[in-house]
C-alpha cells in the first residue's frame, strides 16, 4: 500500500503549523529534519557565538607568538602575518638558517618532555570528538599549542594550524559545563570550535565551517553546518584584528579554463590519491613508533638538524610550506625542483612529527599537493602544452589536500579562499579531487587526521 502524508515531526517545531499544499512533511528533505542527540537550543547558540569569539582571539594570541619567533629568529621582515619567511631564510646567512633550529629541537626536546610528565587529560581535538566525550585538559592543550607555534616559527616543517584547531576546541570544551550542554552537544561544539580555529587564523570561514561537518562530524547536515558557520564566521571576523582580511596566498592569477586540464585530471587523480595513500601511511608510522622515556629529550634536536643541514640547500624546506605552495600556484620552478621537493618536503614533515613535536600537517599537505600537481602538469605540458603550470600546481594541492583529509569539498574551498581564485578551473579541478579521493578511501581510507589517533588499550 502506499505509504499517506509524513507526519511534520521536527525539533525545533517550525512556527508554521500548516502543511503546504501536497500536505507533505517538511522532513521528507533530510537536511531540515530533527536535531537528533543535539538540540540547537538557546543556549548551545550562546555557546556557539563564544567559541567562535574564543577561538578568534586564541588564533590571534597563537599568531602573535608564532609572528614574534620568527621576527627574532630570521629578522623582521619575517614576523609579521604579512612576512615572507622563505625570502628571509633564503636571505639569511649559513648560520643564522641554522642554530634557529637547533633551538627550536632543544626547547621542543625539554618542553614537550616537561609536559607530558607534569600535565595529565586529553590533548586531541579528535580524539576528545570521535571516541571521547569532548573535554580537553586546558593546561596540557594551551602548554602543546604554544610549543607548536614555537617550533613552527623556529623553522619546523609542520602546520601553524593545528594550536588554534586545538584552542578553539577548548574554548567549546570550556564553556559546555558552564552553560549546562550534553555531552553530544559538547562534542559538537568542540568541533565547531576546532574548525572556527582553523577558519580564523588562515581567513577561510566557509572552508572552517566545512572543516567542522565533513572532516571532525562526518556529515553535511543543517544542525551541524548552521552552528559550524556560525562559529567560523564569528571567529574569522574576531581574528581581523590582528590577521589579515585577504588571501594568505595574494596575487595568484585567475587561470582560464583549457580542455588539457580535464584530460590531466583524469590521469593525475589516481596517481595524488596512491600518493595521498603513502603520505598518510608515513604519517601513521610515526605517529606510532615515537622515541620514548629520555629519548624524547634529544629526539626533536636530531630531526630538525636533519631538516636545517637540508634547509641549507633548499630552504623552501623551512615552516610550514606556505612559500612552497604560494611559488607553485603562481608557476615559480622548474621540473626538477618539483620533484625534489614533492619527496623531501613531506619527509621532512614526518620526521618533524616522528621526533614527536606537535603540529599541523593542513598546509604541509597542501604544499606537498601543489608540488606534486606543478611536476604532473610540467610532464603533461610536454605532451599538451597550453595550460599553465600554476593551475596544475592548484589542482593538485585540492586533490591530495581532498585525499589526504578525506573530506574533498573542505579541501576545494581551502584553495578557493586561500587564493581567492580558480573559479574557472574549478571543473577539472572538482574531477581530479573526487578521483584522487576515492582512490585513496578505496586503497586505505585512512585520513592524515584519523592515523595519528593514539593506540586503543588492548582488552584485559
Request: charged share 10%; aromatic share 6%.
Amino acid at each position: 500500500m502506499p505509504k499517506g502524508p509524513s507526519e511534520r515531526r521536527r525539533e525545533p517545531k517550525p512556527l508554521l503549523r500548516s502543511r503546504i499544499a501536497s500536505g507533505r512533511g517538511a522532513m521528507e528533505q533530510p537536511n531540515v529534519t530533527g536535531d537528533g542527540d543535539v538540540p540547537l537550543t538557546g543556549r548551545f547558540w550562546v555557546a556557539v557565538a563564544l567559541t567562535g569569539i574564543g577561538a578568534g582571539l586564541a588564533g590571534v594570541a597563537l599568531m602573535l607568538v608564532l609572528y614574534s619567533v620568527q621576527g627574532l629568529a630570521f629578522g623582521a621582515a619575517a614576523g609579521t602575518p604579512t612576512g615572507d619567511v622563505e625570502a628571509a631564510v633564503a636571505a639569511a646567512d649559513p648560520l643564522r638558517r641554522v642554530l634557529p633550529l637547533l633551538a627550536a629541537g632543544v626547547i621542543a626536546g625539554v618542553g614537550w618532555y616537561v609536559l607530558r610528565r607534569r600535565t595529565s587529560g586529553p590533548a586531541e581535538v579528535d580524539d576528545a570528538i570521535w571516541r571521547g566525550d569532548g573535554r580537553l585538559s586546558v593546561p596540557r592543550s594551551a602548554g602543546t599549542s604554544v610549543l607548536s607555534e614555537i617550533v613552527v616559527g623556529l623553522g619546523a616543517s609542520l602546520g601553524r594550524e593545528a594550536a588554534p584547531k586545538l584552542m578553539g576546541g577548548v574554548c567549546g570544551s570550556v564553556l559546555a559545563h558552564p552553560l549546562g550542554l550534553s555531552a553530544a552537544q559538547r562534542r559538537l561544539l568542540v568541533a565547531c570550535g576546532a574548525g572556527a580555529g582553523v577558519a580564523a587564523v588562515y581567513n577561510v570561514p566557509l572552508a572552517g565551517a566545512l572543516f567542522t561537518a565533513e572532516v571532525l562530524c562526518g556529515t553535511v547536515r543543517l544542525p551541524v553546518i548552521l552552528p559550524a558557520l556560525a562559529s567560523s564566521a564569528i571567529a574569522t571576523c574576531v581574528g581581523w584584528v590582528y590577521l589579515p582580511t585577504g588571501p594568505v596566498y595574494p596575487g595568484i592569477p585567475d587561470y582560464p579554463f583549457h580542455l588539457s586540464e580535464v584530460a590531466w585530471a583524469l590521469l593525475a587523480g589516481p596517481v595524488i590519491g596512491l600518493a595521498a595513500v603513502g603520505f598518510v601511511r608515513l604519517v601513521a608510522w610515526v605517529s606510532h613508533h615515537r622515541p620514548r622515556g629520555r629519548w624524547e629529550l634529544v629526539a626533536p634536536l636530531g630531526a630538525f638538524a636533519v631538516l636545517a643541514a637540508l634547509g641549507l640547500l633548499w630552504p623552501q624546506l623551512y615552516g610550514n610550506g606556505q612559500g612552497i605552495a604560494r611559488d607553485a600556484f603562481l608557476g615559480s620552478g622548474d621540473l626538477v625542483l618539483f620533484a625534489i621537493l614533492m619527496v623531501l618536503k613531506p619527509l621532512v614533515t614526518t620526521l618533524c612529527l616522528g621526533s614527536g613535536a606537535a603540529g599541523g600537517l593542513l598546509t604541509p599537505t597542501l604544499s606537498t599537493g601543489a608540488v606534486l600537481g606543478g611536476f604532473l602538469g610540467s610532464v603533461w605540458a610536454l605532451v599538451w602544452p597550453g595550460a599553465p603550470v600554476g593551475a596544475f600546481a592548484m589542482m593538485g594541492a585540492a586533490a591530495m589536500l581532498g585525499a589526504g583529509m578525506q573530506a574533498p569539498l573542505a579541501a576545494l574551498a581551502l584553495v578557493l579562499e586561500l587564493t581567492h581564485s580558480g573559479f574557472e578551473i574549478m571543473a577539472p579541478a572538482a574531477a581530479v579531487t573526487l578521483i584522487a579521493t576515492a582512490v585513496a578511501r578505496w586503497v586505505d581510507g585512512y585520513s592524515i587526521y584519523s592515523a595519528r589517533l593514539s593506540e586503543v588499550p588492548a582488552p584485559r
